[in-house]
């Protein structure tokens, strides 16, 4: 954490632009890009959710240290391109219903954006009902769902029931992951895939689709 300590400062006061200059400063100085990205941002949102827990900070807080990330952020992308590639397949991707979480699905979005699939996002709070609409709009190759609360995970499995009334499973495969979501959890609602992290999202992509 010492690395990064002006960084992580930076992020729990919601101090965009000195967090800004920070991460700029790291990527300058040749840290390593997903260290910047573990060790200062995620790492910072983990402790920032604990303190959110003991009830020394409040949701305004909470609020402004993820926009923060966010701005560090895109700083990151460029480094997450993996060069002049053709489409690996489509993803559609989105926050489930009732959940209001973003940062985690949009790295996924920009990794796996980056390692060259065509990426669309349906943001936060996406009914099933939503994503069934969108499948048979965009006819993606895998419909990926990210879920930060215990309670709006089982919009996921509803997601997937919606799926299969619209007679749309079998044409998609469908990966979920997010903070509370398992493996386990993933296999017990019939999910295709899960991931852990943004990075594990694009190899298991790449994986479900077959290509490297
Ligand atoms: Co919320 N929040 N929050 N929050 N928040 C958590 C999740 C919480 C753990 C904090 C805590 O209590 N310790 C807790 C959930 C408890 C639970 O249910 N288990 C919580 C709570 C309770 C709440 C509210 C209910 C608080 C309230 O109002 N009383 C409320 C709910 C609002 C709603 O959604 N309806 C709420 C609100 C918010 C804010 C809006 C203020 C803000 C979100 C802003 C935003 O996203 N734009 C916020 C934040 C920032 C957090 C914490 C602090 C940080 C989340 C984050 O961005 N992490 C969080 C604590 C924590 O997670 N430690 C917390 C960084 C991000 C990179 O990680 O999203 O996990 P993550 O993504 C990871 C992996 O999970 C994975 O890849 C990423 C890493 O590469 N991943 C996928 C994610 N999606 C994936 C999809 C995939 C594959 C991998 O495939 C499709």
Redesign the pocket.
């Known amino acids: 954490m010492s690395e990064f300590k002006a960084l992580t400062e930076a992020v729990i006061k919601g101090d965009i632009k000195t967090a800004v200059a920070e991460t700029q400063r790291a990527l300058d100085a040749g840290s390593n890009v997903r260290d910047i990205l573990d060790k200062g941002l ?1 790492a910072t ?2 402790e ?3 303190r ?2 003991k009830g020394l900070i409040f ?1 305004p807080q ?2 402004r ?2 926009k923060t990330m966010q701005e560090c952020t895109k700083l990151l992308e460029p480094f997450f391109k993996e060069g002049d590639i053709t489409s690996k397949g489509k993803v559609l ?1 989105g926050t489930v219903k ?8 949009n ?2 979005s920009m990794m796996m954006e980056g390692a060259g699939f065509t990426i669309t996002d349906l943001g936060v709070d996406v009914s099933p009902e939503k994503f069934v609409q969108k499948v048979q709009e965009v006819e993606p190759d895998i419909v ?3 879920a ?4 709006t995970m089982p919009a996921m499995p509803q997601t997937i029931e919606a799926l299969q009334k619209a007679g749309l499973r079998d044409k998609v495969k469908v ?6 979501v398992t493996e386990k959890y993933a296999q017990k609602i019939t999910a295709d895939s899960y ?4 990075g594990t ?1 694009v190899s298991k992509a790449k994986k479900l689709l077959g290509v490297s």
């Open positions: 995620i949102m983990d920032i959710g604990e959110f827990s949701v909470m609020l240290s993820a991707i009732g959940d209001l979480h973003d940062i985690g699905k790295l996924v990926a769902m990210s930060l609360l215990s309670t990966m979920i992951g997010g903070a509370p991931a852990s992290d943004a999202a």
